[in-house]
């Protein structure tokens, strides 16, 4: 029987204002993670009754571990921050579906944004062929030596440009005249909209990993829905992000909202 | 006295459950995803997720909403429709000893009444009517909030369904007692209550309300308090069954809403924190039952 | 830009506040208390106590229950009574730079008068008329939940009143607006919202109701948003100034009702748990203020 | 001004089944404190708002500290026994009037139930002349050494006779046949109704402590009423166990409810 489980935390440090990276002895959970997908993780807060949503960064199906890069977002996120190494958190996981990684790809186009950033380290790890991995931020990159380190080409814009290129990350793309045969993404849903427009007119597919409020994370409370449309239906539907998504073939996201 | 010879059965609308504890429709969709959390087969029924006539596209997003001690939803009842459910559900919770309850959502008496006479066909025990749902404008709440519309639909569902009908009543009332009675003298053969209140949360970072509906219905522990009053003021005033529900996450939550009389409990919101929760909610009452030496909930009920 | 420099004034039937944060009645005495944590100077204005004509003994111990993020309450404005008021507290709370607001109760629209006539006389600011609380069967309540009686007893004291008067509004209807727009027709210079929910907790122990009085009122954070849906409501619908209240502990959920619509925000459960709360919500919104650039709540006030 | 201050534990242990002793460093409460004041505990559980109010049971002005007793009753006292030492909890006190110690009298009788024991302790402490000291259990008796150290002559009662007099603590003042010029009480309520009409008939004045359901404590909330009347008035009256109390002459108490 699936059950929340109560793991030990490894490390929990700060890595740049306001993020944090945690690593948790997950026994059962490192072993079926995919890259996109995503954890529970539930507050002690009395106060606080919803699960916190937050993708895997990292997996090490060896030791069992996995590793969350998080933003303190709010009441929640900050009582994350407070844990100490040794303490135990509620967690429960692997959700969602993560990335379908297409090996007959080539050429990778990794494109993130902000606290997007994170589930894209472990899609990297496992992807074949060339990688080039573009980052937006506002302005302080994470994980750019740990995408490197895998041997990915790394592009960074930040918006008020304090690290290299000063704008956008699609203007990035464009300048750069990227190409590519997929793009994975995942970050800010105007983000994800104006490089899906993009890729669609460069007819490059792309998978982007979205977010919503969500409840229970398992698919029952239909809290946590997109609007989307595949190709063999007339009229769109509203999916659920944390069971059917939260990875989804951008052509298929209805972006009007 | 041991767990085992404790006597949990209740009975409602001639349906006889193993034991007191049932789910709140919507917080746990036809029980398929909690199977991998719990044996269904421990659950006095399984209270399926409100379906209408046709499909149901439901509220846009966001529909969720944290706030202190409970949750706001605007999910809207979205649904696949009763046929698809029909298909896809029923033989799914028939391989479970467990009731099945069919809560029902429609904009008008006539959408209740063609769910109900779909429903007449397929294999459940009890009909829930829905008319308290606060997110969708044109019915549900409505209905719910109306003593004499309460009474009508509740009429022409009960000539509609060839099952038993609980009918859900809705707290934003000024008197849930006048409502509870006309939807009895309507013919119903159970009440449930209650359903989510309506609220609203603000982000003050954006300037706007969280939820793109604006307001949602509110459930949780935090809501407790009402729930438990609504439960005891209609155990007084009526005298059939009633399941009661809000905030109910713990045993000794079940056990106040059967000492103010409930004849039912169901666990909610708490299934999203917790997806064992009915579990702790059923082994709560049995270990209160122990402790006090009670053997049969009868003992018990309404008897504050 | 720097915190001295915000304005923060709010005007309620031609009275300026000096700062929109007050308290909610019954949670703050008359102040006394809590001038020994706090600088009464500090607050907009002073909510005090209910007061009736003649003394009132209020109901039977227990009063007090709580709940899961929240409190029941039966008081049922226990007070010395309006002349020993007057005596008392006044002289008392005209010390400080702080606009003084008297609740007051009654269980006939003659003894609502009554009080609001022999408060003419008294030095205070604006009169709260209570026609809300859920714990005095005779009066109060009634009031609250029916349109007609609440123009009534708003016209009456109006007439019998030389202070400004904000009629304050029960939660437990079902149209809240409609109350409201009554209260409006009555001539009402100011509305407050909401007063307590109607709850109940039972003792599974003792198998009886926590509260002697079986239901209670209930506030504090966990009733939030409803408190806030109804700020909304009634601010969409009426134009006159309201002053927001029901679970208020942060400047966050300050800014929450004021960005509802709210022209005032007042402290009340929040008090029992933390003496200065009053003081963290003032500073709180001062902060977001600051952060956001706001120079007037003008600007932000029921923008949502 | 005064305020709710974070004062650190240090000492929380379990003393009898459900009782535990916990001791403060309350710099500027434990100089103010008099015997049978008490103050306020506040949870960290978000779901707790309402302060829990405990006697204070002794009191050490030297070092600034003052030591509390009390019973597991619920889930507020369970989240303090968990409180390990050096942590800090958030107090308010000292509240309430206290024992009016009279030191005209010699022959002091001092009545504790149950958990009603803990405030006669420092009272104790604080008396002149002889003292008798009756305490009622229904198992475990407590503080009875301490007692004791003090000069006590020291009577229990427990109800299921597991140590000494077999029976409640009335019926064994009673078959002792216990003279004296005042009587200080704590305890359960039908207790302290019994000692107070037994007490009126062989004319011995009488204090006693009372415990109601409290919200704030300090007098603004009027939850916390008992039903009184004093010499000289007609009629009775709601008066604030924890402003006005919690000590209150048991003729002026009126113990019908
Ligand atoms: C599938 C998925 C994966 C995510 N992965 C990450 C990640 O790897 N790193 C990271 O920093 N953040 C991630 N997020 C966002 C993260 O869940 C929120 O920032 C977090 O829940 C905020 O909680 P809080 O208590 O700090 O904020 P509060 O604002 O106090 O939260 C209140 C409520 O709103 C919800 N909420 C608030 N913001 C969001 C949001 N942006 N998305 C969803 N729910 C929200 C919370 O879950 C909670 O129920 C992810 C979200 C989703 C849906
Ligand atoms: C003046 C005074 C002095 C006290 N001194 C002591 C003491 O020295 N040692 C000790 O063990 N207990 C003492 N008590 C009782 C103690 O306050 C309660 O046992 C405690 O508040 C229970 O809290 P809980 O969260 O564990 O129980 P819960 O039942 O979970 O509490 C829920 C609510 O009920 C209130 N409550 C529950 N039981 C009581 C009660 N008997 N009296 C007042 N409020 C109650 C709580 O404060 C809280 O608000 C005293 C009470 C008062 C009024
Ligand atoms: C996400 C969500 C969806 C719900 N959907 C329905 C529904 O379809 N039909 C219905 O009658 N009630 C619905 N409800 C109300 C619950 O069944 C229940 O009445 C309410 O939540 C109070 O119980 P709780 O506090 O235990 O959650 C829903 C509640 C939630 C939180
Ligand atoms: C102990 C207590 C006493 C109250 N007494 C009064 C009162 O005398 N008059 C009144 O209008 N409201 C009274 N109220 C209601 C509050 O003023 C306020 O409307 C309500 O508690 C919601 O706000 P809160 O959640 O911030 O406490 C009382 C509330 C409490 C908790
Ligand atoms: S969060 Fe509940 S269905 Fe997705
Ligand atoms: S507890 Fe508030 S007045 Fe005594």
């Given at each position: 029987?699936?059950?929340?489980?109560?793991?030990?935390?490894?490390?929990?440090?700060?890595?740049?204002?306001?993020?944090?990276?945690?690593?948790?002895?997950?026994?059962?959970?490192?072993?079926?993670?995919?890259?996109?997908?995503?954890?529970?993780?539930?507050?002690?807060?009395?106060?606080?009754?919803?699960?916190?949503?937050?993708?895997?960064?990292?997996?090490?199906?060896?030791?069992?571990?996995?590793?969350?890069?998080?933003?303190?977002?709010?009441k929640g996120t900050e009582e994350f921050s407070h844990i100490e190494e040794g303490e135990t958190i509620e967690i429960l996981g692997p959700l969602g579906n993560g990335f379908m990684i297409d090996e007959s790809k080539r050429r990778n186009i990794v494109v993130g944004g902000g606290v997007g950033t994170p589930p894209l380290l472990e899609l990297v790890k496992q992807l074949k062929g060339e990688v080039d991995v573009y980052l937006g931020f506002r302005s302080y990159p994470i994980l750019v030596e740990e995408?490197?380190?895998?041997?990915?080409?790394?592009?960074?814009?930040?918006?008020?440009?304090?690290?290299?290129?000063?704008?956008?990350?699609?203007?990035?793309?464009?300048?750069?005249?990227?190409?590519?045969?997929?793009?994975?993404?995942?970050?800010?849903?105007?983000m994800l909209r104006a490089i899906s427009q993009w890729a669609a007119s460069q007819n490059i597919p792309m998978q982007v990993s979205l977010e919503e409020r969500m409840a229970c994370g398992i698919g029952v409370c239909v809290g946590c829905v997109c609007k989307t449309r595949k190709k063999d239906e007339g009229d769109w539907q509203h999916r659920k992000v944390c069971k059917d998504g939260p990875v989804f073939w951008s052509d298929e996201v209805i972006w009007d909202e | 006295m041991n767990k085992e010879s404790l006597d949990l059965k209740v009975e409602i609308g001639g349906v006889v459950l193993k034991n007191p504890v049932t789910v709140a429709s919507g917080t746990f969709g036809s029980g398929r995803e909690f199977a991998e959390f719990i044996d269904l087969n421990q659950l006095g029924a399984v209270t399926v997720k409100g379906v209408s006539s046709v499909?149901?596209?439901?509220?846009?997003?966001?529909?969720?909403?944290?706030?202190?001690?409970?949750?706001?939803?605007?999910?809207?009842?979205?649904?696949?429709?009763?046929?698809?459910?029909?298909?896809?559900?029923?033989?799914?919770?028939?391989?479970?000893?467990?009731?099945?309850?069919?809560?029902?959502?429609g904009k008008t008496i006539e959408e209740y009444c063609d769910v109900a006479e779909k429903l007449s066909h397929a294999d459940i025990d009890l009909i829930e009517l829905n008319i308290s749902c606060p997110n969708v404008?044109?019915?549900?709440?409505?209905?719910?909030?109306?003593?004499?519309?309460?009474?009508?639909?509740?009429?022409?569902?009960?000539?509609h369904s060839k099952h038993p009908v609980i009918v859900k009543l809705s707290p934003n009332v000024t008197d849930i007692t006048e409502i509870a009675k006309a939807v009895v003298e309507g013919g119903a053969d159970g009440l449930?209550?209650?359903?989510?209140?309506?609220?609203?949360?603000?982000?003050?970072?954006?300037?706007?309300?969280?939820?793109?509906?604006?307001?949602?219905?509110?459930?949780?522990?935090?809501?407790?308090?009402?729930?438990?009053?609504?439960?005891?003021?209609?155990?007084?005033?009526?005298?059939?069954?009633?399941?009661?529900?809000?905030?109910?996450?713990?045993?000794?939550?079940?056990?106040?809403?059967?000492?103010?009389?409930?004849?039912?409990?169901?666990?909610g919101t708490a299934n999203f924190r917790n997806p064992r929760a009915t579990m702790d909610v059923l082994n709560g009452i049995k270990e209160y039952m122990m402790t006090y030496g009670i053997k049969s909930l009868d003992e018990i009920r309404g008897i504050v």
């Open positions: 029987m699936k059950e929340i489980k109560h793991v030990t935390v490894l490390e929990n440090q700060m890595i740049a204002p306001y993020m944090y990276s945690m690593t948790l002895q997950a026994d059962g959970i490192a072993e079926l993670a995919k890259p996109g997908q995503f954890v529970n993780l539930y507050c002690k807060g009395e106060a606080r009754l919803l699960p916190r949503p937050i993708s895997i960064c990292e997996i090490n199906k060896e030791e069992g571990t996995i590793n969350l890069i998080y933003a303190v977002a709010g995408f490197e380190r895998l041997g990915a080409r790394v592009h960074i814009a930040t918006e008020d440009g304090s690290v290299d290129f000063k704008g956008n990350v699609l203007e990035l793309m464009k300048k750069e005249n990227v190409k590519g045969d997929i793009i994975y993404s995942c970050g800010p849903k105007p | 499909p149901w596209k439901g509220n846009p997003s966001p529909r969720i909403a944290e706030t202190y001690g409970g949750m706001l939803n605007s999910v809207g009842l979205q649904n696949p429709g009763v046929e698809e459910f029909i298909k896809n559900d029923i033989p799914f919770l028939r391989e479970f000893d467990t009731k099945i309850i069919v809560n029902i959502a404008k044109e019915g549900g709440v409505a209905f719910g909030t109306d003593a004499k519309m309460a009474k009508e639909v509740t009429k022409e569902v009960k000539r449930s209550l209650i359903n989510t209140l309506l609220g609203m949360a603000i982000d003050i970072h954006k300037k706007r309300p969280i939820l793109a509906n604006t307001v949602g219905g509110f459930s949780g522990p935090a809501i407790k308090p009402v729930a438990l009053r609504m439960v005891y003021q209609v155990a007084k005033a009526v005298s059939l069954p009633i399941i009661g529900m809000g905030g109910i996450s713990t045993g000794e939550d079940a056990v106040e809403f059967i000492l103010a009389g409930a004849t039912a409990v169901a666990v």
